[in-house]
């Protein structure tokens, strides 16, 4: 990835995610030289990637630097105290993108300021390279920044862009938490397996492949999903007998409307939050 940046990428916590994004920028093309990493203790592996890469790391956010971009990826519960020292970063040019669930671009903007920001919220596959990102921009962003955004972030995986900053608790909701509904499918088929006669290490083998290998085929495949569940559907055979209770009025659709809504609304609860964590200590 050629980056046309004018100034450092600051990656600020090079945890999960951030260790992740920082592997995927280097693997990508992105110069060492070019990242500055601010995590107080880096795991020995990603103290190894720094060092090997030749990435510049701090503790604490370095006086006189200005950055290119400000890459945020600490937990949310720490946000609060991380952001205050990281203003001195922003300059003019400078964009900040944000994966903090819950935190919104008000929230953000009161401690850094009206810089252009991106809210981005990535998922868990994010770590293989598999992952895929909802992100929005605020309209302080250039164009060639949210090109550049697009290029740190798609490292991870496909990046959508959406059009509120609503929309991202539905993102949330759907991709963000996703991964864990498709686990929690993998552990329902291996139990009814179990249930239909089979040893549960067994149904649990059979169950994982088979959701994993479906998950690539949907992946590898021009064809969507329906056409994919059509393709394995002989009518009158087993996948249509499993099918017609699956599919049925009370089937998995209202189940996943269910989820799915809740998610969006604890997600919306958590942006209240911390909007009202602001207001209570007279920061709006
Ligand atoms: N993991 C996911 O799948 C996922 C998906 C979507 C969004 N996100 C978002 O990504 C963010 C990070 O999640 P994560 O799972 O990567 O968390 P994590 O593994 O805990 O990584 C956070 C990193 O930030 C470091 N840190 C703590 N205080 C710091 C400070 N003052 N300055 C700089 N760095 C500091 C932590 O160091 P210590 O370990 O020493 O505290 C850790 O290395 C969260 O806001 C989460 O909402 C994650």
């Not at 549960?200 to 959701?211: I, K, N, P, S």
Request: glycine content about 10%; charged content about 20%.
């Amino acid at each position: 990835m050629s980056i046309a940046v004018s100034g450092p990428i600051v990656l600020v916590g090079a945890g999960n995610m951030g260790g992740a994004m920082l592997a995927g920028w280097l693997k990508s093309g992105v110069r060492g030289s070019d990242v500055l990493v601010i995590d107080p203790g880096p795991s020995p592996a990603v103290a190894k990637l720094l060092a090997d890469s030749g990435v510049q790391h701090a503790t604490v956010a370095p006086a006189g630097v200005k950055a290119g971009v400000i890459f945020v990826a600490v937990k949310p519960q720490v946000m609060e105290t991380v952001l205050p020292p990281l203003k001195g970063l922003v300059a003019p040019q400078t964009v900040i993108v944000s994966v903090a669930a819950g935190k919104t671009l008000g929230f953000i903007e009161r401690h850094l300021g009206e810089a252009a920001t991106v809210r981005a919220m990535p998922n868990t596959p994010a770590m293989i390279g598999r992952g895929v990102t909802g992100a929005f921009a605020n309209d302080r962003v250039s164009e060639a920044q949210r090109a550049l955004v697009h290029d740190l972030l798609k490292v991870s995986g496909p990046v959508e862009w959406v059009r509120t900053e609503a929309d991202i608790d539905a993102v949330t909701a759907v991709s963000g938490s996703g991964p864990a509904y498709v686990f929690y499918l993998v552990e329902c088929m291996a139990e009814a397996g179990r249930k239909a006669g089979l040893e549960a290490d067994l149904a649990m083998r059979l169950a994982r492949e088979t959701v994993a290998g479906a998950g690539e085929l949907l992946h590898q495949s021009p064809d969507d999903a329906a056409r994919l569940r059509q393709n394995v559907t002989s009518p009158g055979g087993t996948t249509a007998a499993a099918l017609a209770v699956l599919m049925a009025d009370d089937g998995m659709q209202p189940l996943f409307d269910r989820a799915i809504a809740a998610a969006r609304k604890r997600a919306e609860e958590l942006a209240g939050n911390s909007r009202r964590d602001s207001v209570s200590r007279g920061s709006l």
